[in-house]
T-cell receptor, first 109, second 116 residues
Framework: GQQVMQIPQYQHVQEGEDFTTYCNSSTTLSNIQWYKQRPGGHPVFLIQLVKSGEVKKQKRLTFQFGEAKKNSSLHITATQTTDVGTYFCAGNSNYQLIWGAGTKLIIKP | DSGVTQTPKHLITATGQRVTLRCSPRSGDLSVYWYQQSLDQGLQFLIQYYNGEERAKGNILERFSAQQFPDLHSELNLSSLELGDSALYFC???????????????FGPGTRLTVL
């Protein structure tokens, strides 16, 4: 079946270091969404990417959609404690929304 | 506050029992989605309704069923409960775009189900 693989499962960083999570789809996506879930909270929509090669920025967050529309990444520059949580991608393919397993961002004490 | 409400917030029940979770979507959203999230796990899509009709089905067990009513609220029924059904159940709503497309989803706070 169609899958969206998201890696890594966890990433431990020191505050101030960068963080990146990657999503790879087995099929071409019409668009991809990114969500953030804080600990104890519910997922919150961050952004949707639609065009091949699209790059969008939200302050320290940079989202990319691959040229083939099969992969996407979220990069956070200079992480802060407020960035802690799990980041999910969700790809739209063949009338289905397929969720990645999420990447948990953990800030080392 | 996403505008999506879910009740109850917590539910504790025993194996073999049946429960109903309720969701009210954001005003104007016709589409409702149900998700299951086990402890520290990802989101498992269960089912989607659009304006009262089932639109898409995910990994939903036969013991689970859902429906969307004319006022657009939705209920998820879980029966013959097992220990493994303990999880956080989220409802989300969205404005459905063109056929097959998905707009951003707004999630409710979830219902935490504990099966003892």
């Amino acid at each position: 079946g169609q899958q969206v693989m998201q890696i890594p499962q966890y990433q431990h960083v020191q505050e101030g270091e960068d963080f990146t999570t990657y999503c790879n789809s087995s099929t071409t996506l019409s668009n991809i969404q990114w969500y953030k879930q804080r600990p104890g909270g519910h997922p919150v929509f961050l952004i949707q990417l639609v065009k091949s090669g699209e790059v969008k920025k939200q302050k320290r967050l940079t989202f990319q959609f691959g040229e083939a529309k099969k992969n996407s990444s979220l990069h956070i520059t200079a992480t802060q404690t407020t960035d802690v949580g799990t980041y999910f991608c969700a790809g739209n393919s063949n009338y289905q929304l397929i969720w990645g397993a999420g990447t948990k961002l953990i800030i080392k004490p | 506050d996403s505008g999506v409400t879910q009740t109850p917030k917590h539910l504790i029940t025993a194996t073999g029992q049946r429960v109903t979770l309720r969701c009210s979507p954001r005003s104007g959203d016709l589409s409702v989605y149900w998700y299951q999230q086990s402890l520290d796990q990802g989101l498992q899509f269960l089912i989607q309704y659009y304006n009262g009709e089932e639109r898409a089905k995910g990994n939903i067990l036969e013991r689970f069923s859902a429906q969307q009513f004319p006022d657009l609220h939705s209920e998820l029924n879980l029966s013959s409960l097992e220990l493994g059904d303990s999880a956080l159940y989220f409802c989300a709503s969205s404005v459905v775009g063109l056929a097959g497309s998905y707009n951003e989803q707004f999630f409710g706070p979830g219902t935490r189900l504990t099966v003892l």
